[in-house]
């Protein structure tokens, strides 16, 4: 069984920055492709950003330039380091992995098996 815990999310100016964190337990973190999503209410869940098994990363349009997804195998954690935040970015920040091992950075839902409760991002104009 796979547990992840998300943190890091909190209140923050428009232009700000927050760096979340994502502790996973229960299997070999590091053979896992990892995932970052989010969901704002009524809207739907949408792709931010994936690292794969071997570091490679992937990351929506809206991400490209502004956040970073990275990891550190020896503390099983994967982390999101947001800057330049908007309001638009506003929205409950879920990290998920993968069920298969060795495989790329992941964009899509159905890819991921396993999910974290979220952690609050929101940010004021």
Same mark, same amino acid.
């Given at each position: 069984?796979?547990?992840?815990? %998300?943190?890091?999310g ?31 209410? &009524? ?47 506003t ?10 091992p060795? @495989?790329?950075?992941?964009? %899509? ?6 999910? @974290?409760? &979220? ?7």
């Amino acid at each position: 069984q796979v547990q992840l815990v %998300e943190s890091g999310g909190g209140v923050v100016q428009a232009g700000g920055s927050l760096r979340l964190s994502c502790a996973a337990s229960g299997r070999t973190f590091s053979n896992h492709a990892k995932g970052w999503f989010r969901q704002a209410p &009524g809207k739907e869940r949408q792709f931010v950003a994936s690292i794969g098994w071997n570091g490679g990363t992937y990351y929506a349009e809206s991400a490209k330039g502004r956040f970073t997804i990275s990891k550190d195998n020896a503390k099983n954690t994967v982390y999101l380091q947001m800057n330049s935040l908007n309001v638009e970015d506003t929205a409950v920040y879920l990290c998920a992995s993968t069920v298969r091992p060795f @495989g790329p950075p992941q964009s %899509e839902t159905n890819d991921y098996a396993y999910w @974290g409760q &979220g952690t609050q991002v929101t940010v004021s104009s």
